[in-house]
Each structure stands twice: as structure tokens, then as C-alpha cells.
């Protein structure tokens, strides 16, 4: 695997990126101390909002929601809601709401559809054009 020399957008450190993550092993270090500080803060005190833990951690707003988001913090010990990344309505966990989560798969599922009708058209399609078809 080629190491790629690149800066750390926590603390601006040139360093080898062996394509693990973009942050230098020692903010690695410190996401995770501070990722188990939110975890026995939120047990300790479950009805904590997210700006009152980054209040008495001093811990980013996004690194909290980025631990919800990814199921890092235990549902059932929570009542923090955060945005829906495509709406902005408060949820509670997930990174969209289910109305959007919806939305996102028919999208999907749409997509997925069409790229195999099209894909079968194209077997469908099978055979050898003369220059003379290309023409008229």
C-alpha cells in the first residue's frame, strides 16, 4: 500500500497516510480518548443534550453527532436528538430520518432498475453494424 504524505485537518501535521483515515495517528489518539470521555459522560447522565456535553467535555459538536450517527453511543442510554442530514428534522439516531431514509432507497432501488433495463437492452442489442448503417 503507497503511503501518501498529507496534512491532518485536526492539527495541520504533514504525515504518511497509509490511507486509514485522514487524521495523524496522535489526533487518532485524541478522537478516541475523547469519543470514550462522551461515552461515560452520556452514561453518567443520559438526558444530556449535545451542546451540554460539548460544554463540559470541550468536545466538537460534530464528533458527538459523528458517534451517534455510527451507533458509537447506545441508543437506550440517550435522549439527544440531532439534524437529518438531508432535511434538518431532529432524530435521534441514523444519519436520516425515515421519511428521507425512504426517499434515498426508492432513489436507489430507481436507479438500480434502470441501469439493469438498460443493461439488458444492450445484450438485446447484439450483432455487427456496417459503416453504411452509421451513415443514413
Known amino acids: 500500500m503507497a503511503l501518501k ?3 491532518c485537518p485536526g492539527c495541520g501535521k504533514l504525515f504518511l497516510n497509509p490511507g486509514t483515515g485522514k487524521y495523524c495517528p496522535d489526533c ?3 478522537q478516541e480518548e475523547q469519543m470514550d470521555e462522551i461515552a461515560s459522560f452520556v ?3 443520559p438526558r444530556s443534550s449535545v451542546s451540554e456535553i460539548c460544554a463540559a467535555l470541550g468536545v466538537k459538536k460534530s464528533l458527538v453527532i459523528a ?3 455510527s451507533g458509537r453511543l447506545e441508543e437506550s442510554n440517550i435522549n439527544i436528538k440531532y439534524p ?6 431532529m432524530i435521534r ?4 430520518c425515515k421519511a428521507c431514509g425512504k426517499k434515498i432507497t426508492g432513489e436507489i432501488a430507481a436507479s438500480l432498475q434502470r441501469v439493469r433495463k438498460n443493461a439488458a437492452e444492450q445484450k438485446e442489442k447484439k450483432g455487427v ?7 443514413k
Open 129 to 135: 453494424y456496417s459503416k453504411d448503417q452509421w451513415l
Open 43 to 45: 452514561r453518567d447522565n
Open 67 to 69: 458517534m451517534l450517527q
Open 84 to 89: 437529518c442530514a438531508s432535511c434538518g428534522k
Open 28 to 30: 487518532m489518539k485524541k
Open 93 to 96: 439516531h441514523g444519519r436520516y
Open 5 to 7: 504524505a498529507t496534512n
